[in-house]
């Protein structure tokens, strides 16, 4: 089958993309209790923008992340290909 | 005061049949809400990278568990 290696960059922007995700869990979860905290807002307005600006130059290079018109389809359809999360 | 700490201590009981050496004192960290309540705003942060780290965006609140006898790392003593 095919050994396909995917570079680093495959990497270092999927961890790029965690770090965003973890502020933005850990933002929601504060914003929760906290309203009307303007500065966490904005701030988490930021990292929102900044996930999906990510999350496009991630897509154009490795194929959708998610689905269910969440993400673009390359063509042909792959969004199952490997590897799977668990996989990388 | 400076020298807050999370850590606290205990006596425990000593029993006059006890076989084992006694010891004294025990120690324990309490969690950082506790002294906090309700979270105030604009909290000093970590960088994205060092919160996926400690596991936590908030400084206050990185408290990782050391043993008893294993030096911390931490910000707090």
Same mark, same amino acid.
């Given at each position: 089958?095919?050994?396909?290696?995917?570079?680093q960059?495959?990497?270092?922007?999927?961890?790029?993309?965690?770090?965003?995700?973890?502020?933005?869990?850990?933002?929601?979860?504060?914003?929760?209790?906290?309203?009307?905290?303007?500065?966490?807002?904005?701030?988490?307005?930021?990292?929102?923008?900044?996930?999906?600006?990510?999350?496009?130059?991630?897509?154009?290079?490795? &194929?959708?992340?998610?689905?269910? &018109?969440?993400?673009?389809?390359?063509?042909?359809?792959?969004?199952?290909?490997?590897?799977?999360?668990?996989?990388? | 005061? *400076?020298?807050?700490?999370?850590?606290?201590?205990?006596?425990?009981?000593?029993?006059?049949?006890?076989?084992?050496?006694?010891?004294?004192?025990?120690?324990?960290?309490?969690?950082?809400?506790?002294y906090?309540?309700? @979270?105030? @705003?604009n909290?000093? @942060?970590?960088?994205? %990278?060092?919160?996926? *780290?400690?596991?936590?965006?908030?400084?206050?609140?990185?408290?990782?568990?050391?043993?008893?006898?294993? %030096?911390?790392?931490?910000?707090?003593?």
């Amino acid at each position: 089958m095919s050994n396909k290696q995917l570079p680093q960059e495959f990497y270092t922007m999927m961890e790029e993309l965690q770090t965003l995700d973890f502020v933005l869990v850990e933002l929601t979860l504060y914003l929760d209790t906290h309203p009307d905290d303007y500065n966490a807002i904005t701030q988490f307005n930021e990292f929102s923008h900044a996930r999906r600006i990510l999350k496009n130059q991630f897509e154009e290079k490795f &194929g959708p992340l998610q689905q269910f &018109g969440n993400s673009y389809s390359d063509y042909p359809w792959n969004w199952n290909d490997p590897p799977w999360p668990w996989q990388i | 005061m *400076k020298n807050f700490t999370l850590r606290k201590t205990y006596h425990p009981y000593i029993s006059p049949f006890d076989p084992c050496p006694p010891v004294r004192e025990k120690t324990y960290y309490t969690p950082a809400q506790l002294y906090l309540g309700y @979270q105030p @705003q604009n909290l000093e @942060q970590f960088s994205p %990278k060092e919160a996926l *780290k400690a596991g936590t965006l908030w400084k206050v609140f990185y408290d990782p568990y050391y043993g008893p006898n294993e %030096k911390r790392r931490g910000p707090y003593e």
